[in-house]
C-alpha cells in the first residue's frame, strides 16, 4: 500500500508564494507517475503538475513560468513551488501517485490566495 501526506498548504496574498509537500510511504517502487492535482467545490480536479513514467515533467498551461515541481527521492517527498500566486489558485490541492494502474491520493491541503 502506498500512503500520501499533504502539507503547506494556507493562506497568502496575491503574488505571494507557497511550497507544498508531499510525504509518501508504503510501497513506493516502480511508480508509473506522481504529481499534484487540484480541485474546488463542485468543479473537476484537474492537473497541476505531475512527473511522467520517464521523469520528465508537464505542467498545466494555468501555472507554467510560475509553479514548478520537483522531487527529493531520498526524502520520498515530492513538492510544488508556487509563485505569483493568483486568486485563481486558490483551490484543494491533492498529492497523486499512480502504481501498476492504480491511483493513490492524500487527503489534501487547501491553499487560498487573496486578492
Known amino acids: 500500500q502506498v500512503q500520501l501526506v499533504e502539507s503547506g498548504g494556507g493562506l497568502v496574498q496575491a503574488g505571494g508564494s507557497l511550497r507544498l509537500s508531499c510525504a509518501a510511504s508504503?510501497?513506493?517502487?516502480?511508480?508509473?507517475?506522481m504529481g499534484w492535482y487540484r480541485q474546488a467545490p463542485g468543479n473537476q480536479r484537474e492537473l497541476v503538475a505531475v512527473?511522467?513514467?520517464?521523469?520528465?515533467?508537464n505542467y498545466a498551461d494555468s501555472v507554467k513560468g510560475r509553479f514548478t515541481i520537483s522531487r527529493d527521492n531520498a526524502k520520498n517527498t515530492m513538492y510544488l513551488q508556487m509563485n505569483s500566486l493568483k486568486p485563481e489558485d486558490t483551490d484543494v490541492y491533492y498529492c497523486?501517485?499512480?502504481?501498476?494502474?492504480?491511483?493513490?491520493w492524500g487527503k489534501g491541503t487547501l491553499v487560498t490566495v487573496s486578492s
Open positions: 512527473f511522467t513514467s520517464d521523469g520528465s515533467t
Open positions: 497523486n501517485l499512480v502504481k501498476y494502474g492504480v491511483d493513490y
Open positions: 508504503g510501497s513506493i517502487f516502480r511508480i508509473n507517475t
